[in-house]
């Protein structure tokens, strides 16, 4: 359980901060102060990014620690490979974050549709229920979800030492879903000139 919670924790607050943090700058309207500068869209979303990849980072790395001293699961396989899995992993979920910031226009409709995707993630991507007893319908949808790619990288790296080539898998999913969850916050993203 350790490994999924770990996952629960840093794409409930990577996702629904940096949704709030786009959409309290459209509420206070500092937002429209950048939109009129010469920078363009790709690069201002990059740099709303930075600072939530730097916080999941730090997340992640305190569940580690927490989980060692309180657990006592010491992960068995690489620390480069859970890291660089986080990295993509965090692309993809502040890409879902910055979707929905693009679509709310205040903080409690951001927040309405963070509560929504994190509550399926969490009851469908393999948290508490495992992905393989599912229909194959269900398997196909969660298949959609950032966090169950996660959780099936997390698990074998931690609990049984599997090393870069036996995840592989999972994190060309996970770079197709950020790919693709980015460019369609980035193509949303209004921006006048």
Do not use: C
């Not at 201002?44 to 699961?73: A, D, N």
């Amino acid at each position: 359980m350790v490994p999924a919670i770990l996952v629960t924790l840093v794409t409930t607050m990577v996702a629904m901060q940096s949704a709030f943090n786009i959409v309290q700058e459209k509420e206070s309207g500092t937002i429209e102060q950048i939109n009129v500068t010469p920078i363009k869209k790709h690069i201002f979303i990059i740099g709303k990014m930075v600072p939530f990849l730097v916080l999941g980072t730090v997340l992640f790395t305190m569940g580690l620690i927490i989980g060692r001293i309180l657990y006592g699961v010491v992960p068995l396989g690489s620390l480069w490979t859970l890291y660089g899995s986080l990295v993509v992993y965090l692309l993809a979920m502040l890409g879902l974050g910055l979707l929905v910031a693009t679509y709310s226009g205040t903080q409690m409709q951001a927040m309405s549709l963070s509560f929504f995707f994190i509550n399926i993630f969490n009851m469908m991507s393999g948290v508490f229920t495992a992905v393989d007893s599912m229909p194959g319908w269900a398997q196909a949808i969660v298949n959609l979800f950032p966090p169950s790619h996660f959780i099936k990288i997390m698990r074998p790296v931690v609990l049984k030492g599997s090393g870069f080539n036996d995840i592989l898998p999972e994190i060309l999913w996970l770079v197709a879903l950020g790919f693709g969850l980015n460019l369609w916050a980035v193509l949303n993203y209004r921006k006048t000139t």
